[in-house]
């Protein structure tokens, strides 16, 4: 099946750095991509769908000047989240819509455990 | 607007035993509906989806859904639990018109020896 890579997996950072995550669709082109953020022992809160070639759009609420999404290619979308602080800290998972698939599922990264102290 | 609702947060079933996870939804028109399952710092995975046809649908680890319209329901399924199956469940749907997937918040299923 298709695959999702995610990088890194997990990052400590110290508070006021920014930090990229990287998602890449390994064997197929992802037209649209997803990113979510997850808190502990919470659902997936979707931050913004990136659209390769385009500006993202971003759910109501999430800071688009601190998280900067860039869909750059059909197999690579980032997150950098800018000026991280502690409430930063948090699950995020990506995803990827395969370009003219007919079955509709989702593919996701293994995620990034971001840690900012 | 849409929503995912999944009222149970842990569902405790020993193994051998039938397992059922409740998702029901609320969205307009016929939503695409999936089921994921995420394990401890993981990526989610897809189990299942039903898009059209038979409202029961069967997807991988033998895992089964039934989606009923008229509870505008699709609960997860299967007919004897394992260790294994313990995990982190999320019920999701998807507007025909867009791209967003909307999850519900999880259910988490524990599976007993």
């Known amino acids: 099946g298709a695959v999702v890579s995610q990088h890194p997996s997990r990052v400590i950072c110290k508070s006021g750095t920014s930090v990229k995550i990287e998602c890449r669709s390994l064997?197929?082109?992802?037209?649209?991509m997803f990113w979510y953020r997850q808190f502990p022992k919470q659902s997936l809160m979707l931050m913004a769908t990136?659209?390769?070639?385009?500006?993202?759009?971003?759910e109501q609420g999430v800071e688009k000047d601190k998280f900067l999404i860039n869909h750059a290619s059909l197999t690579l979308s980032t997150l950098t989240v800018t000026s991280a602080h502690p409430e930063d800290s948090s699950f995020y998972i990506c995803?990827?819509?395969?370009?003219?698939?007919?079955?509709?599922?989702?593919?996701f990264g293994s995620g990034t455990q971001l840690s900012v102290l | 607007a849409q929503s995912v609702a999944q009222p149970e947060d842990q569902v405790n079933v020993a193994e051998g035993n039938p397992l059922t996870v409740k998702c029901t939804y609320s969205?307009?028109?016929?939503?695409?509906l999936f089921w994921y399952v995420q394990y401890p710092n993981r990526g989610l995975q897809f189990l299942l989806k039903?898009?059209?046809?038979?409202?029961l649908v069967k997807g991988s680890y033998g895992f089964e859904a039934e989606f009923n319209k008229s509870q505008t329901s699709f609960h997860l399924k299967k007919p004897s639990a394992l260790v294994s199956d313990s995990a982190l469940y999320f019920c999701?749907?998807?507007?025909?018109?867009?791209?967003?997937?909307?999850f519900g918040a999880g259910t988490r299923l524990f599976v007993k020896a």
């Open positions: 995803s990827a819509r395969e370009q003219a698939a007919t079955n509709e599922k989702l593919f």
């Open positions: 064997d197929f082109q992802a037209t649209t």
């Open positions: 990136s659209n390769e070639g385009s500006k993202a759009t971003y």
């Open positions: 969205v307009s028109g016929n939503p695409y």
């Open positions: 039903y898009i059209t046809g038979d409202n």
């Open positions: 999701a749907v998807r507007d025909r018109r867009g791209f967003k997937t909307i």
